[in-house]
């Protein structure tokens, strides 16, 4: 039989944090901005957690909560690292791995024996070798494997077969279906639907006419029919895209500066997307007003594109559309998808944007010898001082840290 | 309190089986003996790589230091002061 092993690390970047400093264990540790910003738990302990901290949560509100908790501004380049020995670990299981995010991937593997002492080593080599603890899912199906991962956190193992859907899955509450917030589970509720199983039972006529095709998705899943398979990194590249956003410290009302922003953040999506051979076909454009209104708009472009001109051309004309500006802007994002490789031939241009393609290189090369700043669009310098690398969190300070002993 | 330091700092390291591994430092003109690397990571600047590494020291004190491959220079980046 083929299985999907979900593997979701817990509460990884706090667990990193107390890894690498041995004074916050058994501490509630709270990974992202410092508490006086605008910036969002990413990660939290579990003791943080049993104060109610949660990841996504406004840290100022983290802080009203544990008062008492270690804020930590976070290192990213030490939870890639991490991420990329897990990936490795893994692969030693099976070659089919599928890097889901930073702290979660999926293993395909086929055995016609009980599948949970595999998952069992999984968990301990994790253990063993990061030092960090995991929580497996294990399913026929990949999406039941990301359900039931969560069943049992921190260091469980779950295994759910897809024909113990009605008694395992159909009690559970809607937001355990992929893509399922408030706001659906309030929709799903006016429909009659409390639990997983009510949308399994409703006609997938009566799901299609109030959300469209993802009507369908939403009956398919609580039904358990899942289509699913596990796609390696090297086969994803259509399915990926690259994409940078930037929470502003103020709001910004300002058309040109929003202008500025977008294009610093086009060219490090378009250098991200040079460095791994790939050129998008739709851009989308994210914008936050200071509300937490959010919209995205995007557009599917006539040829792939990868240099910071065409992409910053691109998402110029979006905002244009939206107007944006005008209810203020605190958060502005930029993501290219529908990738394609660009190892193949390319077709020519006859426009200004041939020299673009030419100078991108030659922009690459510098930045590979003087560092990610050392040149830019003059554009970009309108909104600031430009951010460097790693400077999210530059001066910031946790709290009193309690010392071991 | 974790304070970050961004010091240059002389570093006693050794070379083991393909790993950097610190084993002494001099900062604030004392002496640190490493205990123990409690991680090791790296990231990028420019074209050079940068090894961080988190320590505990004999009297228990925690730091980070960062060993940059382009100029050969170690810097204390971070340090746990309080006892």
Known sequence: MRYAIHVDMDAYFASIEQLANPHWRGKPVIVGGAPGTRSAVASASYEARAFGVRAGMPTHEAQRLCPQGIFVPGNSSHYVHTAVRLYRLLERFSPRVEPASIDEAYVEVVTEDDVRPLGRRIMASIEAELQLTASLGISDSKYLAKVCSAFDKPRGLTLLHRAEVPEKLWPRPLQVLFGVGEKTAARLHALGCTTVGDVAHLPVEALEREFGIVGVSLHDLASGRDRWRVVTPSESADARSIGHEHTLEEDVYERSVVEALLCGLAERVARRARRAEMAGRRLVLKLRDPRFFTITHGRVLPRAVDTAEEIFATARLLLEETRFWERGVRLVGLSLQLLVGTGAARQLRFDFAAGAEKKSPVVDRIRSKYGEHAIGLARSLEAGERPRRGSEFPTFRPPEVGRDG | ?83
């Open chain 2, 1 to 83: 309190m974790i304070e970050s330091i961004q010091e240059p700092i002389e570093v006693l390291a050794r070379f083991e089986r393909g790993k950097l591994l610190p084993f002494r430092f001099r900062w604030n003109q004392s002496v640190f003996r490493i205990a123990k690397v409690t991680g090791a990571w790296e990231d990028r600047e420019g074209q050079h790589r940068r090894l961080h590494f988190s320590v505990l020291t004999d009297n228990d004190d925690y730091f980070e230091l960062r060993f940059h491959s382009g100029d050969f220079t170690w810097i204390l980046s971070k340090a746990s002061l309080d006892a």
